[in-house]
């Protein structure tokens, strides 16, 4: 059986907000989206299956940590990434240009060859080229695969980045020629520019002249305030491509989707609620709860009573800040199950309120809640 082309429709508009659905041979993805993080093949804490009993319709994982363990040979020789971890998802994989800027040792930027860096576990050597991360992302067998970037670091030195975004749209073009002809998956090029304008614009006008499947918009998840990543967004948003799924890396705070939603912003991931599960902290309609707090020791009242699913709200909070303040693992499981099961109600309500019109007053009602 012939397998499905990637493709993406928009079903519906609010303003700028968009519903959408985006096709991949190993199923659809309603849009927006959130992509829980399996950065090493797995979610942490938490089963593939409840994960898809969430509403998650696809994941991310990352080619950096990969390549690094196991490496990439081992995951190919079991059949691929999803294989590998059980999963029936998509998969969209990150390209690594983030990691090595933000985790690797001794990184170094060559033009040429891509980025140099020691393996921030043994320091082993690696070179990762452009050509490289798209040869570990086929091997892996991604949905959705990403050109290599270069990510800087946080900086307002034009120079540092204009170079780097000059860098980047060389290696989407390199991505672009080693990826080759495949319509069964997506090839996300990646608008860089730091906080300027001119830069993101070029960017973008160099990435359409390429031609990708959809357009990410990378390097603002490095410290920018939320205030910074929405004006980027506002002058951004006019300018993407209308009929290509629009993809925000690494962001964010259930505030930061309201507010990208806004702005047509149509796929999300971020490691926060997986994270903040470990940590003691839950989200959810009500706002965001610190479990850990000692005013939760006598409360046995739920996370949230309306949340069936799992039985979440059979756990009181007096009961869960007990398990985090005894290290017990299941305090992590509970809360990481609890934040996945909030972002993918919170995509869903931001469907239907796009759908039914009504998505302003709902983004109004919670930008500051949540």
């Known amino acids: 059986m012939a397998l499905k082309k990637f493709n993406f429709n928009v079903i519906c508009t609010e303003n700028y907000s968009r519903v959408g659905v985006i096709e991949t041979s190993r199923g659809c993805i309603n849009t927006p989206a959130f992509m829980p993080v399996g950065t090493q093949a797995t979610i942490k804490g938490a089963f593939i299956e409840d994960i898809i009993k969430t509403g998650s319709e696809i994941i991310l994982s990352n080619t950096y940590h990969l390549m690094i363990r196991p490496g990439v040979d081992r995951i190919s020789a079991a059949g691929g990434l999803h294989e590998f971890m059980n999963c029936k998802l998509p998969i969209l994989t990150d390209s690594g240009g983030f990691q090595v800027m933000s985790l690797s040792k001794l990184n170094k930027i060559d033009r040429d060859k891509g980025a140099i860096f020691q393996s921030h576990i043994d320091g082993k050597k690696f070179i990762l080229s452009p050509e490289e991360s798209i040869r570990i992302q086929k091997a892996l067998n991604s949905d959705i695969v990403m050109v290599m970037d270069e990510c800087p670091k946080k900086t307002l030195d034009y120079n540092k980045i204009k170079e780097s975004m000059e860098i980047s749209n060389e290696w989407a073009l390199r991505s672009k020629d080693s990826f080759g002809l495949n319509p069964n998956k997506g090839l996300f090029g990646i608008v860089q520019g730091g906080l300027f304008n001119d830069l993101r614009k ?20 490095v410290g920018d305030t939320q205030d910074e990543m929405f004006k980027v967004l506002d002058n951004l948003q006019t300018l993407m491509p209308n009929d290509k799924p629009r993809y925000l890396m690494g962001v964010g705070t259930p505030s930061d989707i309201l507010g990208a939603v806004k702005r047509g912003i149509d796929m999300f991931d971020c490691v926060l609620p997986t994270r903040s599960g470990r940590t003691g902290l839950a989200f959810t309609w009500n706002g965001r709860i610190q479990i850990r707090n000692s005013k939760n020791q006598n409360d046995n009242s739920p996370l949230d009573s309306n949340i069936s699913k799992f039985n979440l709200n059979k756990y009181s909070k007096n009961y869960l800040n007990h398990l985090f303040n005894t290290n017990e693992m299941l305090a992590s499981m509970i809360l990481t199950l609890n934040n996945i099961n909030f972002y993918q109600e919170l995509m869903f309500e931001i469907r239907k309120n796009i759908k039914n019109g009504t998505f302003k007053e709902f983004h109004d009602k919670y930008i500051n809640l949540l």
């Open 202 to 221: 070029k960017s973008l006008e160099n990435l359409i002249n390429i031609g990708f499947d959809g357009y990410a918009i990378g390097g603002l998840a």
